[in-house]
């Protein structure tokens, strides 16, 4: 016997007394006759049954949904949890890799900075050097005949001094041209 025909049998066993307890009338009217759908017993309580299934494939199905989202909820958290440590890895591999690159500026920037006091400390040598080289005085030569500037190298020599090239255009104001040939001569 399944349980529809046994709640059938027990109602409609039972019926006539639940009846005879009521202290009202129920018997209907023409008109709630009219508006009242009459089914079956048997045909309720399979219209249950299936409503009953139905609620249960549905509290199934809510499970499965309730599962499935409580394994997605906590794939999330891992997924999130790994993302927050990448994320706090890549943060800490940024703070080292400019911290390199701070220290490699620095590195450069110091080689840079003595390389240019050195070349500087060069430059000034070089200027100090080049300000001790006396000073050259501007010589306007004199034109004068070949002859007269041959005497005139030959007075100097007769004194008797050591001459350079440079002492004799300077001393007599001649073009070292001249100079050279003439002593050449001599």
Do not use: H, W
């Not at 309720?44 to 394994?71: F, Q, S, V």
């Amino acid at each position: 016997m399944t349980v529809k025909n046994a709640l059938s049998s027990e109602l409609i066993k039972s019926l006539p007394q639940i009846l005879d307890e009521m202290e009202y009338d129920i018997r209907p009217t023409a008109e709630i006759a009219a508006r009242v759908v009459i089914k079956s017993l048997p045909q309720i309580l399979d219209d249950m049954e299936e409503n009953i299934r139905l609620a249960a494939e549905a509290a199934r199905g809510a499970g499965e949904a309730a599962r499935a989202a409580t394994k997605a909820s906590m794939e999330g958290a891992k997924r999130a949890v790994e993302a927050r440590r990448a994320g706090e890895k890549a943060a800490e591999e940024a703070v080292e890799a400019a911290q390199e690159a701070s220290k490699t500026a620095n590195r450069v920037f110091s080689d840079i900075k003595a390389e240019l006091l050195q070349r500087i400390e060069s430059l000034e040598e070089r200027v100090k050097n080049l300000e001790a080289i006396p000073k050259e005085e501007v010589i306007v030569l004199r034109e004068i005949s070949r002859d007269e500037a041959k005497t005139e190298i030959e007075r100097l020599f007769a004194e008797g001094n050591t001459l350079y090239y440079s002492d004799i255009t300077k001393e007599l104001r001649l073009d070292i041209e001249i100079v050279v040939d003439i002593c050449e001569e001599l």
